[in-house]
């Protein structure tokens, strides 16, 4: 009596790094390229210095907040003098040029964004190419997860949230003051806009993270019994649907933003004036 063997399973063996049809490497090119330039000009503005806070109107950079550096006091553009240190000063002048302005901030925001879900996928696939893209082969011999140094630190996600969303307390103090007229009083130009505009969708991005929406609806067991945090629940999960774009959008309101005071306190270009 002879005996039928079961076939032996065994992964296919495909030589093609992948079957994939479509221009599957549009995706990371694209992203380490935005990634990139982001990254240089950013560097350059943080460790710039100057063109960072327009007092007659009361604009200040978001790279530059809060503005922590001696210089930041007594800041004078076109005759007009004003503090851009909201919160004091701890750093003397003579770290100008070697640490940001914004120290207290700014490593607490690029480990928020760093950390974040969808940055994760972005620079995983266009700076490690791990992988590049789904149903491509992965080019690593191995991997391990975020369990091991430094990938573990990606869990510390949640506290970094934290962080940021204090941070967009201050920069939201920062777009109120920019209601400020040239002669002390109310007003509204330009750049009051374009700073408004950057700090709703900062605040759309950090509370369609999904560390937020955990945090006003996890670890319940009956949402009928938290019908406040259920409501805020399902608002953070529709803005989270959308959390890779508000991270995008966001590096660009960044950059216009900043621009724009760069050019205003530079006497480069007027602020275009709608009251006062």
Sequence with gaps: MSTVEAPTKSRAQIKERTLRKDNWRLYPITTFVIFTAWVVYATIRAFWGAAFFVPQYHYLTPFYSPCLNDICNNVTVDG????????GTFLPAATRGWIPFAALSLPFLLLFRLTCYYYRKAYYRA??????A???REPHGKYTGERRFPLIGQNLHRYFWIAAFLISLINTWDAIRAFHGEDGGFGIGLGTIILWANVVLLWIYTLSCHSCRHIVGGRLKNFSKHPVRY????????????????????????VVADLYVAL?????????????
């Excluded at 007009?80 to 919160?87: L, V």
Aim: proline residues 2%; contains cysteine; hydrophobic residues 45%.
């Design 127 to 132: 700076f490690w190419a791990s992988p590049q």
């Design 80 to 87: 007009h003098t004003g503090d851009a240190a909201e919160f």
């Design 264 to 276: 205003v306190a530079s006497s480069t270009i007027s602020d275009l004036r709608i009251i006062n």
């Design 134 to 136: 789904c149903g491509v």
């Design 231 to 254: 409501w805020m629940w399902g608002v953070v999960s529709k803005l989270n649907q959308k959390h890779g774009t508000y991270a995008l959008i966001t590096l660009g309101s960044l």
